[in-house]
């Protein structure tokens, strides 16, 4: 493929989005409480570690995106929700963390379940 | 992959420096290491969580030691041998033909 000038201009230009306009089931609503799935795939995941396992609760729904797991390996895009996922920081780190603070990470469906 | 990558919540790698005024590159090569990655990518020789994995895949040592431009280069090669696109043994036979020249 001939990369020419304008391919590479727009490339910078247009902001790039892994959203797609299709349908998946939402498996959960804002306000649930979720459990991040324990796994350990070899392949890439956007799933860090110290997430699996703890639980969490949904804040935001941004709708249907491309998955990065299964983008990263030649499996296709496996459209499905991705949330906005708070985490206490007590969850994450224990009693010793202050009891304000929290983390909000995205989170694709497939990592979660309910808790 | 549970890599070095993945680097939440681990100590001991000390403060983040924040160096004032900070050019968007700090060599000539790392601009060219950027301009590669993204023609990969613009020639659909490989997408852009393929190219992540690619980098997550660098030896621990090696991640650690090489700087963010280096990571990209290493995974852009990584990925261009991995589709064909420019073998690791064409790449080395270029470099001994470069070295040869400025020699």
Known sequence: ?115 | MNGIHDMGGVHGYGPIIREADEPVFHHVWEGKALALARVGLAGGHFNLDEFRHAMERIAPVDYLAISYYERWLEGTLMMLDDKGVVTTEEFEARLQELSGERA
């Open chain 1, 1 to 115: 493929m001939k990369i020419t000038r304008e391919a590479v201009l727009g490339l910078y230009k247009q902001t790039g989005t892994a959203r797609v306009d299709a349908d998946a089931a939402a498996s959960f609503q804002v306000g649930d409480t979720i459990q991040a799935r324990n796994i350990n795939p070899t392949g890439h995941t956007r799933l860090p570690r110290y997430i699996r396992g703890k639980r969490g609760q949904i804040a935001t729904d941004h709708g249907v995106f491309k998955f990065a797991d299964s983008l990263a390996h030649g499996a296709g895009a496996q459209p499905q929700h991705l949330y906005s996922v708070r985490f206490t920081a007590r969850e994450l780190w224990g009693g010793e963390a202050p009891a304000r603070d929290s983390l909000y990470i995205d989170l694709w469906d497939d990592y979660l379940e309910p808790a």
